[in-house]
T-cell receptor
Framework: DSGVTQTPKHLITATGQRVTLRCSPRSGDLSVYWYQQSLDQGLQFLIQYYNGEERAKGNILERFSAQQFPDLHSELNLSSLELGDSALYFC???????????FGNGTRLTVT | AQRVTQPEKLLSVFKGAPVELKCNYSYSGSPELFWYVQYSRQRLQLLLRHISRESIKGFTADLNKGETSFHLKKPFAQEEDSAMYYCALLEYGNKLVFGAGTILRVKS
């Protein structure tokens, strides 16, 4: 158990809808990262937060947004969903800097 | 531009055979590299990092700055090594960028 908790495990929704994925980092970790894993794109870095502030941005669509709350949990909001958004979304956390990432089990999103 | 390249999508070996999973990187600074592993239906886990210079589950990886490589090696593959392996580079700004991954299949 990595200590990183992601909910829900699975999510099935229709195109055009909006969903929220939730992540609780390991106790003591200040950084939260979001990744999207799909068959054709591999593991893509979306965004990173550190202690509530956005620190780095990757290939995140404008339809997607995220935030990290004072209690350090994070939410990834995906809106106007398209079929191509179907993927496994991973959250990871680390203490900071070059510390190794600890991944959650992921949320599998299926857009129909 | 691809910063981390894993040229093989699939590597299939027999049990007991040596394994080498290739990883090449492109980075202007001093690289910090990692190998992560994802077993079937499980989360990604850190396997090893180059600064630790350790051997985990019999795997080793040496950073070769001249060849800009960080290949993952194991002298004798086991069936339980079958998994997806990702090479990752920590870029400036604390962004961890992953390669496309290589599926290792160890056949009995």
């Amino acid at each position: 158990d990595s200590g990183v908790t992601q909910t829900p495990k699975h999510l099935i929704t229709a195109t055009g809808q909006r969903v929220t994925l939730r992540c609780s980092p390991r106790s003591g970790d200040l950084s939260v990262y979001w990744y999207q894993q799909s068959l054709d794109q591999g593991l893509q870095f979306l965004i990173q937060y550190y202690n509530g502030e956005e620190r780095a941005k990757g290939n995140i669509l404008e339809r997607f947004s995220a935030q990290q709350f004072p209690d350090l949990h994070s939410e990834l909001n995906l809106s106007s969903l398209e079929l191509g958004d179907s993927a496994l979304y991973f959250c990871a956390s680390s203490v900071e800097g070059n510390s190794p990432l600890h991944f959650g089990n992921g949320t599998r999103l299926t857009v129909t | 531009a691809q910063r981390v390249t894993q040229p093989e999508k699939l590597l299939s070996v027999f049990k007991g055979a040596p394994v080498e999973l290739k990883c090449n990187y492109s980075y202007s600074g001093s690289p910090e590299l990692f190998w992560y592993v994802q077993y079937s239906r499980q989360r990604l886990q850190l396997l090893l990092r180059h600064i630790s210079r350790e051997s985990i589950k019999g795997f080793t990886a040496d950073l070769n700055k001249g060849e800009t490589s960080f290949h993952l090696k194991k002298p004798f593959a086991q069936e339980e090594d079958s998994a997806m392996y990702y090479c990752a580079l920590l870029e400036y700004g604390n962004k961890l960028v992953f390669g496309a991954g290589t599926i290792l299949r160890v056949k009995s």
